[in-house]
């Protein structure tokens, strides 16, 4: 299905900018409230849907988007909408991430669903709103499909001038800067997804399919109820793709990959003071030329880790500290495992 906007000009009729190729249907999406409760992702990986978005995306999606959800408190629901579409209008696309965003609803691609195309960037505007500020916050299952692409310029059958065409070609690339802005904020869109959607042939589709993927977009995967050990490998593992994802790097490429399975003298994990009574402190450090590594915290009491409770931050060897990040379970698997791997 498409994912179009018109570009009307002087002399210029039906001019569309499409991420595929398919006719464009005449329904908009089905946009419903389910509940308005307060939402937190369960420990057994279930998250509830505030809302569901499903369906092409056409235009007036986002205002109607905006009248379903009103009357939430976003501080404390940590409300989600659901997403199940092909596609649809870009504008429009980029309307509803802001819509999101602004509400501070986060966003999820459930058990075979799919969101391509213009969907994908409407999915992208997901977050939760804390202390005035919106975090991304965008989750996928592993048998869900999030695919981007190029946007291509297509023209209906007829003949145009040069001028036709090439304020066509413009206005169109004023468009996608336009989204581009919108969706590089606040870390949003990583550069390197910019450059992924924009070198995948319009008739193609990247999908989000593998951990590294997911990890280097900001993009979770939805937990599910295993737990993982409190071993140095794991969180060693852990670890090194965060190095490379908060640098939006593959946590693949070789000054990555090797370090959580080639444990040695160039390793440490030591537990810090304990600061909270109730919480235990660790600092992971890999040696190279660069001392490099991670802080993190896990309660006392647990000698397992589990979705979320583990919040890691990258440090150096000047004494930077990145903002912490909150640790899903595929974050310390091996980044080139595929989703459709997982259990």
């Known amino acids: 299905m498409p994912a179009s906007f018109d570009l009307i000009g002087p002399g210029v009729a039906a001019l569309a900018l499409v991420l ?16 308005r409760q307060s939402n937190q992702i369960s420990p057994g990986g279930s998250i509830t849907c505030n809302f569901t978005l499903s369906g092409v995306i056409l235009r007036g999606d986002a205002d109607r988007f905006l009248a379903v959800a009103e009357g939430i408190d976003y501080e404390t629901a940590n409300p989600f909408v659901c997403l199940d579409s092909p ?7 980029v309307k509803l991430a802001r819509a999101i965003n602004r509400q501070g609803i986060s966003t999820y691609v459930g058990p075979g ?48 001038t040069d001028a036709e065409v090439t304020q066509a070609y413009a206005v169109a690339l004023q468009s996608v800067s336009a989204t581009m802005n919108e969706l590089m904020m606040d870390g949003r869109m990583a550069v390197s997804l910019l450059g992924v959607m924009l070198d995948t042939p319009p008739a193609d589709m990247t999908y989000v399919d593998t951990i590294d993927k997911a990890g280097r977009w900001a993009i979770s995967i939805l937990p599910s109820a295993a737990r993982l050990p409190l071993d140095p ?11 490379a994802w908060q640098n939006d790097d593959s946590a693949i490429i070789p000054d990555y990959g090797p370090r959580s399975t080639e444990l040695d003298s160039d ?13 235990a402190r660790y600092r992971i450090e890999f040696f190279g030329m660069y001392l490099e590594g991670c802080e993190f915290s896990i309660p006392s009491a647990d ?13 150096n060897d000047i004494g930077f500290s990145s903002d912490p990040h909150r640790m899903s379970i595929a974050d310390y698997l091996d980044p080139r495992t595929r989703l459709a791997d997982l259990p």
């Open 233 to 243: 490998a794991v969180v060693a593992r852990g670890c090194a793709n965060l190095l």
């Open 87 to 93: 596609g649809g209008s870009l504008a429009e696309a």
């Open 267 to 279: 390793f440490s994990l030591t537990r810090l003071d304990a600061g909270e009574e109730s919480v």
């Open 303 to 315: 000698e397992t880790i589990s979705h979320g409770t583990v919040w890691m931050n990258t440090i």
């Open 20 to 35: 595929t190729t398919a006719v464009l249907p005449a329904a908009a999406a089905d946009i419903a409230l389910q509940t």
């Open 113 to 160: 669903a799919r969101c391509e195309s213009a969907c994908s960037i409407a999915f992208l505007g997901g977050g939760y709103a804390e202390e005035g500020n919106v975090i991304p916050q965008r989750y996928i299952h592993n048998t869900a499909r999030l695919g981007f692409h190029a946007p291509a310029l297509e023209l209906p059958a007829g003949t145009y």
